[in-house]
């Protein structure tokens, strides 16, 4: 069995590779080879914590496991990320266990791999403006991962903690494009791409707000209750997701279905990876991805965390 500690997985994994990896993966639940389990997420009664399970199995890539974690909100004052999770792999013809992957980094890394997935796939390829709605620890791998989709000149942002948005004009900088803080009517104005990262539970960005031909990638919606965007927006977009179940029931869709919204009008992007669905159908068309995170994500990025680092000689080995 192959153990990799958090502390190697950033010299290990860059956003290209994770990208190959959730792409590949997103190709393969479309195609029928590859299936996420159901989720499991729990209150667990200590520490404030909630506690859960991601799991499925890729049989193109022989990927099967899951994601063990959850949030600890004490973490912060014990110098932790709130935020922990581990992966743990498993030999798919034997049900031994192959691998312990450390999964903080990656879970930030495979979120930004989906939006940026649905950039290269849904967005106008002459997008020169990079909307950011959030600020929290994901949003900069957010940026980091769609600036290299298209050539974007600008990113320009907004986040509901204003005192936040210095994560985001650094990273701008960083990548060498100017950063501009605007109100949420000059982002619907402006970007050609948004991306949606928050933990927000009401609508932060409304349909009327929202120029023809932008893509949207919604983020943050990963639980029951939250949400980011309204759902008149849902309705004006077409709409495409990492996992319909998700989307309907814990991501930005669900309150779109409650409102009356039929299911069968969102797309899995992985049918626009494989070409059975044209994606985009004009310019001046809206296209939201609605990026709910799926466990399948986590094991592929986790795969190819194990792989690296057996090349690079660092892949610790125990006997099982
Ligand atoms: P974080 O706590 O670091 O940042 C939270 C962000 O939400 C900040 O920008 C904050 O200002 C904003 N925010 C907080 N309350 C808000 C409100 N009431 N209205 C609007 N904005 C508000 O969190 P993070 O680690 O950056 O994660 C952001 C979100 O992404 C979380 O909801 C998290 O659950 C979700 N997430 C989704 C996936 C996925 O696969 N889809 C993966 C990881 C995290």
Known sequence: MIIVPEKEIAALITPEASFEAVEAVFAAMSRGDAYNFPVIREAIGHADALYGFKSGFDRAGLALGLKSGGYWPGNADKGLTNHQSTVFLFDADTGQPSAMVGGNLLTALRTAAASAVSIKHLSRPDSKVLGMVGAGHQSVFQMRAAVQQRGFEKVIGWNYHPEML????????????????????????????????????????????????????CMGTDTKGKQEVDAALIERATVFTDEIAQSTTIGEAQHAVIAGMNPAQITEIGKVINGDHKGRSSASEVTLFDGTGVGLQDLAVASKAVTLAQEAGVAIEVAV
């Open 166 to 217: 210095s994560r985001l004009e650094e990273e701008a900088s960083a990548l060498g494009l100017p950063f501009e803080a605007v109100t949420l009517d000059e982002m619907g104005a402006q970007a050609d791409v948004i991306i949606t990262i928050t933990s927000s539970f009401d609508a932060i960005l409304k349909a009327d707000q929202i120029k023809d031909g932008t893509h949207l990638a």
